[in-house]
Nanobody, 116 residues
């Protein structure tokens, strides 16, 4: 089992930045990739960014150039640095852990609201 706890969400104005954190605990050695997803009201959950165990990263087109996913292995924490935020980035952001076998794990989500 893996437990994921997100933090760092909040209300910001357009153009501002936020950094989300996802602290993982439990059987983390089995995790092959960590991801950030988001779900806006009335929309499907979508992948925002991912970082593999080897360190390679993947971004949604909407996140490229503005968001950066990173990790601190010593703290078992994954981050999502979000810059130049737009109102369309408003969503609940979820941390996701992909194990080598079995279903993915999800955090409880953190709300990000971008509004003037």
């Amino acid at each position: 089992q893996v437990q994921l706890v997100e933090s760092g969400g909040g209300l910001v104005q357009p153009g501002e930045s936020l950094r989300l954190s996802c602290a993982a605990s439990g059987s983390i050695v089995s995790i092959r990739a960590m991801c950030w997803y988001r779900q806006a009201p009335g929309k499907q959950r979508e992948l925002v960014a991912a970082i593999a165990k080897a360190g390679t990263t993947t971004y949604a087109d909407s996140a490229k150039g503005r968001f950066t996913i990173s990790r601190d292995n010593a703290k078992n924490t994954v981050y999502l640095q979000m810059n130049s935020l737009k109102p369309e980035d408003t969503a609940v952001y979820y941390c996701n852990a992909l194990p080598s076998l079995g279903p993915a794990y999800w955090g409880q989500g953190t709300q990000v609201t971008v509004s003037s």
